[in-house]
C-alpha cells in the first residue's frame, strides 16, 4: 500500500492509548514504580512483561529501562487505557524510585569519565601532519561550536499496532501477525525490533507519511513502534502510541552537538602544507549510530580544500541527555561549517578574498581530501564563480571589507559599533554524499521490484517509503514506458516471516541523503528499460527486480575501516555539491542581523523536475539558516527547560529571506543528492557575512545575540 496519511488519524474499535512514565534522573539504577490502583480496561506494563529482548536492533537502546537509568526521560514502563487524558491523570500519580548516580552532560565531562563513555573513535592520518607542522613557517588554529537542532517534522513519533490472524496457522504455529503504522525512513529496522522485542514474531510494516522528516525518523519510530506493539501483543486490542509535540521536543533525537578544533600549517610562501582536526561530538545516551555520525563528521572537518598532510583524531561521547542522532547530512554538516569558517579565517588573516583564496585550493580532480576517489569530478570553480556572479559578491566584499578596515582605523566614540549601514557577505562550499558510509544489515544494498499490470498500471515495491522519491520514480515511468504518474503505485509495506526472504518488499535501509531520488531513481530507470523489453513480446504483467550494492574501494575501506561483522565493502559517493553566498545587514533598531539574500550555486547532476528541486532546497536553505542563528534549543542539567519549548520559534512564509538557486550543468548524467547541500555551506556563509560586518570572528552556531568568545577581540589569530 502506498504510504500515507498520519498516524493521528488512525482510529480503530476497541483501541487503546499508550503512555510512557520516564525517568526522573539522568543516571543511575531504577528501584521501583509505585502506581495507583488502575480502573478497568488500564494496563501497566514494564521490562519484565517483555517476551523477547529488550532492546533496539543494532544498538543498545532498552525499550524500556529495567534496571539502569541513562537520561531523564528514559522510558520506564507503559500505561494502557481506553482514554489518554485520563491515562495523563494516572501518569502524574505515578512515582519512579530511583537511586541516582553522578551523570556526565558534555564531552569534556565524558572525557574525564574513562572508556565508558566513548561510543566510538576514529583516528586518520595522510602523509605526515606532524613532520609539515614541526616545519611550518605559520599556523593558524581555532575552536568551533555546533548546537542541537530539532527536527520539528509534521507529525511527532507515533505508531499504531494491532495483530491479525495468521493467514496460513501451520506456518507460525498459530501466532498473530502484529501489524504496525507508523512514520517511518526504516521500515527495516523497525520490523527487526518489533521482532526482536516480541520474541521473533511475524510482522508487517506499513508506513505513514513522513516527508520531511530531516532524518529525524531514521531510529526513533522503531521504539515508539515497539512500545505500541508490546502493548498490542499483550492486551489483544488496537494500541496507538503518538508523543504529544512536547514529549517528543524533549526526548526525541536531535542533530548532535559537536566540538571542533581545526589547524591549519603554511609554508614559507603561503602555501597550505598541513591540516590537523581534532573533533568530539555529544551521541547522548547510547550512542546510537555513531560510527557513522563520528566518519560523516571526520569528512566535513577534513573538507574539500587540498593539504598535502592531513590528521583527524575524533571520539563520539555517550553522556547522559537523551539519544542524540542524525539531521540532514547524518553529521557531515557539523565538520563542514568548522572548515569551512577556518578557511574563511585563514584568508580574513590575509586580506584575500575568501573566494579567491577557495579557488587556490581545491582538490585534484576526481578525489575528496584526503584523497579519497569519488565518482564524478566536482566543478568547484564553475561552482563559485556562479555563485559570485548570481550575489554580485566581488564586488560586495570588496565595499563591504574596505568599511570595515576603515572602522576598524577609526573606531567609534563609544563603546558600541555604528548600526547604519553596516553589512557583511560570507562564501562557503559544501557537498553531500548518497548514502551512510556504513552498511547496515542489509551489506549497504538496496533494490526495487517493477510490475506492469494488465490495466497499465505500473508498481514499484522499496523498502524506502516516502513521497519525495515519487516524482523522480513517476518521470522515469512515464518517460520509458509512458506510464502516467497517477497510475503508478509505491508499496512499502514490509511484509516477513523471521528468517524468510521479503515477498514483497526489497531490503534497503534507511531513506536519507537523497538515496531515493539518485540510488534508487537508477534502479527504476534500469528496471523500467527491462520491462521495455519486453512488454511486446510477453503478456502482461512483466515483473523486473534490479538490485545494487556499495563496491569495494581500498582507499574508502582503509580510511574508514567497517565495524566487525559488516560486509566488507565501503561507503560510495557522487557527491551533489555547492557554493553559497549569503548577505546581511545589520537591523539599526533592533541590532539584530538581518538576511538581504542568499545565492545558491547546485551540481545535482541529473535533475528530476528542477521546480520541485528549487523548492526543496530553498526550504533546507530556511532550515539551515535556523540552525545557525535562530533556533535555540538546548540541555540543561540533561533536560530541555520549560521556556525552551514554550519560545522554539522557525521562521514563518512571511519571514523568508530572498533566495536564488542556480543549477551548474556538469557532463554527468546520474542524478545526485541535493537536499542536505545547504546544511553544508550555509551556515558557515552566514556566519562569515555576520563576522565581517561586525568585524568579529564569529565561530559557533546558534548564533547569539552580540554574541564573541569570552576572550573577546579577534580570534584565530596566526601562531
Known amino acids: 500500500m502506498d504510504a500515507q496519511g498520519f498516524v493521528s488519524d488512525i482510529y480503530l474499535p476497541r483501541m487503546l492509548h499508550a503512555l510512557v512514565v520516564r525517568s526522573p534522573v539522568a543516571r543511575g539504577r531504577l528501584v521501583s514504580i509505585e502506581c495507583p490502583q488502575l480502573p478497568e480496561d488500564h494496563v501497566l506494563l514494564t521490562a519484565e512483561d517483555i517476551p523477547g529482548e529488550n532492546g533496539l536492533a543494532d544498538s543498545r537502546v532498552p525499550v524500556l529501562a529495567g534496571g539502569e537509568l541513562s537520561y531523564i526521560g528514559e522510558p520506564v514502563a507503559l500505561l494502557l487505557g481506553p482514554d489518554r487524558d485520563g491515562l495523563e491523570k494516572i501518569a502524574r500519580d505515578c512515582k519512579v524510585v530511583a537511586e541516582e548516580d553522578e551523570p556526565v552532560f558534555s564531552t569534556a565531562d565524558a572525557a574525564g569519565a574513562g572508556a565508558r563513555t566513548v561510543a566510538a573513535r576514529r583516528e586518520i592520518r595522510v602523509g605526515d601532519p606532524e613532520a609539515a607542522f614541526a616545519g611550518a613557517a605559520s599556523t593558524v588554529k581555532s575552536d568551533y561550536e555546533t548546537g542541537i537542532q530539532e527536527h520539528w517534522y509534521p507529525e ?132 546510537v549510530g555513531a560510527a557513522e555520525a563520528l566518519d560523516q563528521l571526520c569528512l566535513g572537518c577534513l573538507g574539500i580544500h587540498s593539504a598535502r598532510n592531513a590528521g583527524f583524531t575524533g571520539t563520539a561521547y555517550m553522556t547522559n541527555i537523551p539519544p542524540q542522532g542524525h539531521f540532514a547530512g547524518l553529521g557531515l554538516a557539523q565538520g563542514s561549517f568548522a572548515m569551512e569558517r577556518h578557511v574563511s579565517l585563514v584568508a580574513d588573516g590575509r586580506r ?49 571589507e574596505l568599511l570595515r578596515r576603515k572602522r576598524g582605523e577609526q573606531p567609534p566614540q563609544d563603546d558600541s559599533p555604528r548600526a547604519e549601514g553596516l553589512r557583511g557577505i560570507g562564501i562557503a562550499l559544501g557537498y553531500q554524499g548518497n548514502g551512510p558510509l556504513h552498511p547496515g544489515p542489509d551489506g549497504g544494498g538496496y533494490g526495487v521490484e517493477l510490475t506492469l499490470e494488465k490495466d497499465g498500471s505500473l508498481e514499484i515495491k522499496t523498502g524506502m517509503p516516502g513521497a519525495s522519491g515519487r516524482t523522480a520514480w513517476s518521470d522515469i515511468a512515464l518517460g520509458i514506458l509512458g506510464v502516467e504518474a497517477g497510475n503508478v503505485r509505491v508499496n512499502g509495506e514490509i511484509d516477513e516471516e523471521p528468517g524468510d526472504p521479503a515477498p514483497g518488499a526489497l531490503e534497503s535501509g534507511p531513506a536519507t541523503m537523497s538515496r531515493k531520488t539518485t540510488a534508487l531513481a537508477e534502479l527504476v530507470e534500469r528496471a523500467c528499460l527491462a520491462i521495455q523489453a519486453l512488454r511486446f513480446r510477453d503478456p502482461l504483467p512483466i515483473s523486473a527486480r534490479e538490485t545494487a550494492a556499495p563496491l569495494e574501494d581500498p582507499e574508502w575501506t582503509g580510511r574508514f575501516p567497517l565495524p566487525q561483522g559488516s560486509p566488507d565493502r565501503a561507503g560510495f559517493l557522487r557527491p551533489g555539491s555547492a557554493a553559497a553566498v549569503v548577505e546581511v545587514e545589520l537591523d539599526p533598531v533592533e541590532y539584530l542581523p538581518k538576511i538581504r539574500g542568499v545565492w545558491l550555486a547546485v551540481d545535482g547532476g541529473r535533475v528530476f523536475q528542477e521546480d520541485r528541486a528549487r523548492r526543496s532546497l530553498k526550504l533546507s536553505v530556511v532550515q539551515a539558516l535556523g540552525w545557525a542563528c535562530r533556533e535555540q534549543p538546548a540541555y540543561v542539567s540533561g533536560r530541555v527547560p520549560e521556556d525552551c519549548f514554550d519560545g522554539f520559534d522557525i521562521a514563518g512564509a512571511s519571514e523568508i529571506p530572498p533566495v536564488e538557486i542556480g543549477f551548474v550543468r556538469d557532463s554527468s548524467e546520474k542524478p545526485k543528492g541535493i537536499g542536505d547541500l545547504p546544511f553544508a555551506c550555509v551556515p558557515a556563509a552566514y556566519l562569515q557575512a555576520v563576522s565581517q560586518m561586525m568585524d568579529r570572528h564569529f565561530r559557533s552556531i546558534p548564533l547569539k545575540t552580540l554574541y564573541a568568545d569570552a576572550a573577546g577581540g579577534k580570534e584565530g589569530d596566526a601562531q
Open 352 to 400: 584575500q578574498d575568501p573566494a579567491e583564496w577557495r579557488r587556490e585550493n581545491f582538490p585534484k580532480a576526481g578525489t575528496l581530501s584526503p584523497g579519497l576517489p569519488i565518482a564524478d569530478a566536482i566543478p568547484w570553480e564553475r561552482l563559485v564563480d556562479a555563485a559570485r556572479d548570481m550575489s554580485d559578491y566581488s564586488r560586495k566584499w570588496a565595499s563591504y
Open 156 to 287: 511527532p513519533c507515533g505508531a499504531v499496532a494491532w495483530t491479525e490472524p495468521e493467514a496460513d496457522p501451520e506456518r507460525a504455529e498459530g501466532q498473530p501477525r502484529l501489524v504496525v503504522r507508523t512514520a517511518t525512513q526504516w521500515p527495516f529496522h523497525v520490523r527487526r525490533s518489533v521482532a526482536r522485542v516480541l520474541g521473533d514474531a511475524a510482522v508487517r510494516v506499513e508506513p505513514c507519511a513522513v516527508d520531511p522528516s530531516l532524518d529525524g525518523k531514521l531510529w526513533y519510530p522503531s521504539l515508539v513502534s515497539c512500545h505500541a506493539a508490546l502493548g498490542a501483543l499483550i492486551t489483544g486490542r488496537p494500541v496507538r502510541m503518538v508523543l504529544s509535540r512536547k514529549e517528543d521536543f524533549c526526548f526525541s533525537p536531535k542533530r548532535f552537538g559537536a566540538s571542533i578544533s581545526v589547524s591549519s600549517a603554511f609554508d614559507e610562501k603561503g602555501e597550505l602544507v598541513g591540516t590537523m582536526v581534532e573533533a568530539s561530538a555529544n551521541m547522548g545516551a547510547y550512542g
